[in-house]
């Protein structure tokens, strides 16, 4: 059987076959130029919003379908 | 928890992806790209399951939003890995709504029906399980199975995470993801070989095999 002689199960197989697109140089430098931006403004916002908390225990409330992005509580 | 074998948080990568993280936020641009390389490429998988050849696209798009919001995030690499699936499923959709308003010759649906044959043996498909091969399997199931495949066999998230990004239950998400990968394996021609997936979720709720897609 495939798997047992891969080593791999099916979902592992799966997994490497979906990441096997090539990175573009370029687009990682223009990730990395909107990083920079991004730092070197002033205007950058640090404070977090419910859905940029992803510490272990932070899970947000859910079940009742999709999440929506919330307003950032009390931002100016 | 058991020995199942899931995906889940604990990455190869999660430990050098938080440090990177951590180093971005404090202003190092060589750390950010540690982290783009790291992450790019089960986000591209992902978004390539979502939208298609637009996948990079939409990933550029997502990047600005990541690079602009870092300082907000607060969370570990797996942290990490769901913060940034997050923002770029909402580019995918927000790019799929102005598709649908804008019509294009090309549709998901189009893609289904051009589903290639069966590889003839179970084992032939698995050593030969191109990317594109593999993406036209994942786009033909219903989108709440592909998203959980996507999401916990690509990006690498756990079943939590997973549901996190997708705004669903953690019972939901495992039970999509094992029914898409079940189909999957059965597609390319073999036993489902899909036992680490949950098959207590299985026995759980295998009531049916209909799953409607409530995506329209």
């Known amino acids: ?76 | 928890m058991g020995q199942t074998g899931e995906p889940r948080r604990g990455h190869a990568h999660d430990g050098e992806l938080g440090a990177a993280v951590a180093r971005a936020q404090e202003g190092d641009d060589s750390a950010f790209a540690v982290a783009y390389r790291i992450v790019q490429p089960g986000l591209l998988g992902y978004l390539r399951g979502l939208v298609g050849d637009e996948a990079e696209d939409v990933a550029s798009d997502a990047w600005l939003e990541i690079a602009r919001d870092l300082g907000r995030f607060r969370g570990d690499g797996a942290g990490f890995r769901g913060w940034t699936a997050t923002i770029a499923r909402h580019r995918a959709l927000d790019h799929l709504r102005r598709q649908r308003v804008r019509p294009r010759p090309a549709t998901l649906e189009q893609d289904v029906l051009e589903l290639p044959a069966p590889h003839s043996t179970h084992d032939q498909a698995l050593e030969s399980l191109s990317t594109e091969y593999a993406l036209d399997l994942v786009r033909s199931l219903p989108r709440e199975q592909a998203e959980a495949v996507l999401l916990r066999v690509v990006v690498g998230l756990d079943g939590p995470a997973a549901a996190r990004v997708l705004g669903k239950r953690p019972g939901a998400v495992r039970t999509a993801a094992y029914r898409g990968l079940r189909r999957l394996a059965r597609e390319l021609g073999g036993d489902d070989g899909v036992t680490d997936a949950g098959p207590r979720t299985l026995e759980e709720s295998d009531d049916s095999d209909t799953d409607g897609p409530e995506h329209g």
């Open chain 1, 1 to 76: 059987m495939a798997e047992q002689r891969n080593g791999k199960g099916f979902p592992a197989l799966l997994g490497a076959a979906l990441r096997g697109v090539v990175v573009d140089d370029e687009a990682e430098r223009r990730a990395v130029a909107a990083f920079r931006e991004a730092r070197d403004s002033e205007a950058q916002a640090t404070s977090p919003r419910r859905q940029d908390d992803w510490r272990p225990g932070a899970a947000p409330r859910q079940g009742r379908g999709e999440l929506r992005d919330q307003p950032p509580p009390g931002r100016h």
